[in-house]
């Protein structure tokens, strides 16, 4: 008994057809580009030492290392008491989730302090996961957010480890300011530009989709936040010094998500030596690189407007959340966890421990007992995902708070770029339809996991007989 469900899937939120997609739109990191964990490893070392030099941490840090199965994406990190953990799609905290420094918090003390597991909304960090006045709980949404975990626990780890008295609010800004400043100041990208090999990994599939793409006479764009030395490097690996070429409108440091809502600020060229421009922009031209700018004033200059584009994006709040509330645009979400996620889900014993685990919660509903599945759910079906923190979308049965952002912001999402060279460009995704919890779940579908439509069909009519 296997699972089948093929990691190069695109699974639909909402119903969309390509033959109605004419412009495609692209983030560039984690998108275009993918990185190899030797990234993590350096945005990890470097913040760590930024840490030591600018903000006089004690030089036992060096002693640690970037963790690389310690977080997964998603986590919400309590600014005041220093924790770590998973939130429900209800805003409940997942017990046994809980970590202060590298270590799981016993669930009685969680209880204890948060006077149950609730979490109630106006600690939650804002709409962009930031954490701002008043909100105490920060999620970690990026995937450049993995070291920056694993750095803050570390930290904590070794303070108290240390019996160091110290202020946790102080330490989350510390570590967030040296994360930020191995990408502001440039110090990251200069590295992947010197090594690019190490860095960035299955290019050739990013460039077979936009080569694809372009041969069936799609439109194309770019808008990062990377600035436009860093991209172009990178897609000259990627597709080619003429990758340009393939791009109608290439927009670089454009301050997403920022860029969604902000009138004000205009577009500026920059020549592809870095120098800025001061002539005001009147239409953007292929060949051209714009810095900055805001999408009003892109759908005004393209007139790309409405559900015709796709933009793909990984980060789901800024690349997304705007374009799917605001504007009107198709959204992709691009999770490379998912090919992890869905390798596990297909091995026997996964699909053994959930047809045990769907068994026995129907039996213990009938009956009423509680402990039972307490101690089977809790650990298992967990770990098998992530010992720390489990799967990234599902805390027991609930999504996680990360999934139904998901299923929210995004009409369809998938591993890679890299699966869009499966289908072709008539094709219509359709969302596979789940019972909700008051209808039948008996109605016949169409499966991507491989239920047969035959023997459900069979068995409903030999119900309504
Ligand atoms: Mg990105």
Redesign the pocket.
């Known amino acids: 008994m296997e699972g089948n469900i093929n990691p190069d899937t695109i699974f639909a939120n909402n119903e969309m057809s390509l033959r109605d997609t004419e412009i495609y739109g692209f983030?560039?990191?984690?998108?275009l580009a993918f990185y190899s964990r030797n990234l993590h490893t350096l945005i990890f070392n470097i913040a760590r030492d930024i840490l030591i030099t600018n903000h006089r941490y004690p030089e036992g840090l060096l002693n640690y290392e970037y963790i690389p199965n310690f977080a997964v994406r998603g986590l919400h990190y309590d600014v005041q008491k220093a924790l770590l953990m998973k939130i429900d799609a209800f805003h409940y905290i997942q017990l046994g989730t809980v970590y202060r420094g590298l270590h799981p918090v016993p669930d009685e003390e969680v209880i204890a302090m948060y006077d149950g597991c609730h979490v109630p909304l106006e600690n939650m960090s804002d709409f962009y996961g930031k954490s701002s006045h008043g909100h105490t709980m920060k999620q970690f949404m990026d995937i450049f957010s993995l070291p920056e975990m694993s750095l803050l626990s570390c930290v904590n780890d070794f303070f108290m480890r240390h019996n160091i008295d110290y202020e946790p609010v102080h330490l989350y800004k510390d570590v967030k300011e040296a994360i930020r400043d191995v990408h502001v100041k440039g110090i990251m990208y200069r590295a992947v530009e010197a090594d690019i090999e190490k860095y960035i990994c299955y290019g050739e599939q990013s460039h077979a989709v936009l080569k694809k793409l372009s041969e069936h006479g799609k439109k194309m764009f770019l808008i990062t936040n990377s600035p436009f030395d860093f991209v172009d490097r990178g897609m000259n690996y990627i597709v080619g010094k003429d990758w340009q070429d393939l791009f109608d409108v290439v927009i670089v440091q454009a301050d997403k998500p920022g860029f969604f809502n902000d009138r004000r600020k205009p577009f500026r060229r920059v020549t592809d030596k870095g120098a800025l421009l001061w002539d005001r922009i009147h239409k953007l031209e292929k060949g051209k690189i714009y810095k900055q700018g805001n999408l009003y004033e892109f759908l005004r200059l393209t007139g790309w407007t409405g559900s015709k584009v796709l933009y793909f994006?990984?980060?789901i709040y800024s690349?997304l959340a705007d374009l799917t509330l605001k504007h009107g645009w198709r959204t992709g979400a691009i999770i490379p966890e998912l090919r992890k996620e869905i390798k596990i889900m297909n091995t026997e014993q996964y699909v053994h421990m959930m047809a045990w685990l769907q068994a026995l919660t129907g039996l213990i509903e009938q009956m009423q007992v509680r402990r039972l599945i307490k101690t089977f759910r809790s650990h298992e079906t967990k770990d098998i995902f992530n010992p720390q923190f489990g799967s990234l979308f599902r805390t027991y049965h609930n999504p996680t708070y990360f999934s139904r952002r998901l299923s929210r912001f995004a009409d369809i999402y998938m591993a890679s770029i890299s699966c869009l060279l499966n289908y072709d460009f008539q094709h219509t995704f359709f969302p596979r339809r789940t019972p909700l919890q008051h209808e039948s779940p008996f109605w016949p579908e169409h499966s991507p996991a491989g239920i047969s439509v035959t023997s459900q069909l069979s068995r409903t009519k030999a119900e309504s007989d």
């Open positions: 983030d560039y990191d984690y998108t994006g990984d980060h690349d």
